[in-house]
């Protein structure tokens, strides 16, 4: 099967980075995974992989391209993946081959060390990957894959510590940027987070012998396990039997949660700090009408991330909300195009505006954020031919006028419309009769922060929006990646 390409509507939104999941202590463990691994799915859509072990027929693999419904489902495909121990991954490629995925990226990665097997998934970003790369090559290690997850099957291969687990933590002391990471064993799953817990990692209890780590709570839900909690930043559990050992293997740093995550990355049933990710996008609304209020008749949601944010617009502004577009619930979320002619429909494909409601009114759309503003600019002109009288943007994040370099796939900054113009050259690029962005204040605010945002010790990861990356891009600034100057 092809890879899949990207649709219109999706090239202007930063990418999930990925999702993983692995589950040990039950039958038929990869099957767990896939259950997982489905409910992970916004995470990643390209492809996605599951290996599993078996003490009989020891550690095998499989790897596709495309959604899990339609390839880890098959009884010819989870037949060969016998076991009671087994951990998966989706993708979308952030490092590596972009476009045209190439079988040999998909994760997760498989070693043969002295002491056993050794699988790993990786979700985030290794700022440092270039350099690591060079170095290993240098030394006689041979890549497989173009992704930068590989560089710690090869630091491994390179440690002198006699267990599996004491490797993985010597090469992730060698790595810089953002990881969450669930690897296993012949006996063992393994779950690490990167010491500013950049990406999120969650540990469940399935009956009374069984364990789970998944990116997210919902992957939790989908196999009725019950949510333990979520693995600290800096933190890293090793699962044998019914037996939790926990170390710390890192030196200890302030955590920097992305802050994405509580915009767009999570699905919105899932918990993240203890709260509720759609409580907090319903709220991140309701900061958005006090700070940016605007005469209207009707509050829109583009569909479907800016749903909980509209919702929370109009409860607190008490102007009605309504559904003035429609998503084609069964494109997904890519598109093989097979035309010219139906390519240039763009973002028609997904979204159609409900004709009958707009017409004559006054609109305020309500969206997760603007990357490139080609997609505002095309829904725009849907909701205006539709004959609404005004249309006004509401955004739920701060302007994106900064790479990710941390497991996000995001343009480079001259591509991004924040970093070129003001908020005013922005509404009038977008052609509408106003555009406001909720200020990272408020969106503190509405992730429970209640005085904001401190300068001096911020709680989250919000590189994307103030340029402030609490791990350097080191390999980005060798390129010629130009910092943003101490303020």
Same mark, same amino acid.
């Given at each position: 099967?092809?890879?899949?390409?990207?649709?219109?509507?999706?090239?202007?939104?930063?990418?999930?980075?990925?999702?993983?999941?692995?589950?040990?202590?039950?039958?038929?463990?990869?099957?767990?995974?896939?259950?997982?691994?489905?409910?992970?799915?916004?995470?990643?859509?390209?492809?996605?992989?599951?290996?599993?072990?078996?003490?009989?027929?020891?550690?095998?693999?499989?790897?596709?391209?495309?959604?899990?419904?339609?390839?880890?489902?098959?009884?010819?495909?989870?037949?060969?993946?016998?076991?009671?121990?087994?951990?998966?991954?989706?993708?979308?490629?952030?490092?590596?081959?972009?476009?045209?995925?190439?079988?040999?990226?998909?994760?997760?990665?498989?070693?043969?060390?002295?002491?056993?097997?050794?699988?790993?998934?990786?979700?985030?970003?290794?700022?440092?990957?270039?350099?690591?790369?060079?170095?290993?090559?240098?030394?006689?290690?041979?890549?497989?894959?173009?992704?930068?997850?590989?560089?710690?099957?090869?630091?491994?291969?390179?440690?002198?510590?006699?267990?599996?687990?004491?490797?993985?933590?010597?090469?992730?002391?060698?790595?810089?940027?953002?990881?969450?990471?669930?690897?296993?064993?012949?006996?063992?799953?393994?779950?690490?987070?990167?010491?500013?817990?950049?990406?999120?990692?969650?540990?469940?209890?399935?009956?009374?012998?069984?364990?789970?780590?998944?990116?997210?709570?919902?992957?939790?839900?989908?196999?009725?396990?019950?949510?333990?909690?979520?693995?600290?930043?800096?933190?890293?559990?090793?699962?044998?039997?019914?037996?939790?050992?926990?170390?710390?293997?890192?030196?200890?740093?302030?955590?920097?949660?992305?802050?994405?995550?509580?915009?767009?990355?999570? *699905?919105?049933?899932?918990?993240?700090?203890?709260? &509720?990710?759609? %409580?907090? $996008?319903?709220? !991140? +609304? /309701?900061?958005?009408?006090?700070?940016?209020?605007?005469?209207?008749?009707?509050?829109?949601?583009?569909?479907?991330?800016?749903?909980?944010?509209?919702?929370?617009?109009?409860?607190?502004?008490?102007?009605?909300?309504?559904?003035?577009?429609?998503?084609?619930?069964?494109?997904?979320?890519?598109?093989?195009?097979?035309?010219?002619?139906?390519?240039?429909?763009?973002?028609?494909?997904?979204?159609?505006?409900?004709?009958?409601?707009?017409?004559?009114?006054?609109?305020?759309?309500?969206?997760?954020?603007?990357?490139?503003?080609?997609?505002?600019?095309?829904?725009?002109?849907?909701?205006?031919?539709?004959?609404?009288?005004?249309?006004?943007?509401?955004?739920?994040?701060?302007?994106?006028?900064?790479?990710?370099?941390?497991?996000?796939?995001?343009?480079? *900054?001259?591509?991004?419309?924040?970093?070129?113009? &003001?908020?005013? %050259?922005? $509404?009038?690029? !977008? +052609? /509408?009769?106003?555009?406001?962005?909720?200020?990272?204040?408020?969106?503190?605010?509405?992730?429970?922060?209640?005085?904001?945002?401190?300068?001096?010790?911020?709680?989250?990861?919000?590189?994307?929006?103030?340029?402030?990356?609490?791990?350097?891009?080191?390999?980005?600034?060798?390129?010629?990646?130009?910092?943003?100057?101490?303020?």
């Amino acid at each position: 099967m092809a890879p899949f390409r990207s649709h219109p509507f999706d090239d202007d939104k930063l990418k999930e980075e990925c999702g993983i999941f692995g589950v040990v202590g039950v039958a038929d463990a990869s099957n767990f995974v896939a259950l997982g691994l489905h409910a992970l799915q916004h995470r990643g859509q390209e492809a996605g992989g599951i290996v599993a072990y078996h003490p009989d027929q020891g550690f095998n693999s499989a790897r596709r391209f495309g959604y899990v419904r339609d390839n880890f489902t098959k009884p010819d495909v989870m037949d060969t993946l016998p076991g009671s121990l087994a951990i998966g991954h989706v993708r979308y490629s952030t490092a590596g081959s972009k476009g045209a995925t190439a079988i040999r990226d998909v994760q997760p990665f498989f070693g043969e060390f002295s002491m056993g097997g050794c699988a790993i998934a990786h979700n985030g970003n290794l700022t440092n990957a270039a350099a690591l790369r060079r170095e290993l090559i240098e030394r006689g290690s041979i890549f497989q894959s173009s992704s930068d997850s590989e560089c710690i099957i090869h630091l491994m291969a390179r440690s002198i510590q006699k267990t599996l687990a004491e490797r993985i933590k010597d090469a992730l002391r060698r790595v810089e940027g953002a990881f969450s990471v669930v690897a296993m064993t012949r006996t063992k799953l393994i779950g690490v987070r990167d010491p500013l817990g950049v990406r999120p990692l969650v540990l469940g209890r399935i009956g009374d012998s069984g364990w789970a780590l998944s990116s997210e709570t919902c992957g939790l839900d989908i196999i009725g396990a019950d949510f333990v909690r979520e693995i600290e930043p800096g933190e890293m559990v090793v699962i044998e039997g019914n037996k939790v050992e926990t170390t710390r293997p890192f030196t200890p740093a302030k955590s920097r949660f992305c802050i994405f995550e509580n915009v767009y990355f999570s *699905r919105p049933d899932s918990i993240i700090g203890g709260r &509720s990710v759609y %409580e907090t $996008r319903r709220q !991140i +609304g /309701v900061e958005l009408a006090r700070e940016a209020p605007v005469d209207a008749d009707l509050v829109c949601p583009v569909p479907d991330s800016g749903t909980p944010a509209a919702i929370g617009y109009s409860q607190e502004s008490g102007i009605p909300y309504a559904m003035g577009i429609i998503r084609n619930q069964y494109m997904g979320r890519t598109f093989i195009e097979p035309t010219d002619h139906i390519r240039n429909m763009g973002v028609r494909l997904k979204l159609n505006v409900n004709r009958a409601l707009i017409k004559g009114k006054r609109v305020i759309l309500v969206d997760d954020s603007v990357v490139r503003g080609t997609t505002s600019r095309k829904i725009k002109d849907m909701i205006l031919e539709a004959g609404a009288a005004e249309v006004h943007f509401r955004i739920a994040s701060p302007p994106t006028a900064w790479p990710c370099f941390y497991g996000v796939d995001t343009p480079e *900054r001259s591509k991004l419309l924040a970093a070129t113009m &003001s908020e005013d %050259e922005m $509404r009038d690029w !977008i +052609g /509408v009769d106003s555009l406001k962005f909720i200020s990272l204040d408020g969106l503190y605010r509405a992730a429970g922060e209640a005085q904001g945002r401190d300068p001096a010790a911020p709680k989250f990861c919000d590189a994307c929006f103030s340029g402030d990356y609490p791990v350097a891009p080191s390999d980005k600034i060798e390129e010629g990646f130009q910092m943003k100057a101490a303020e």
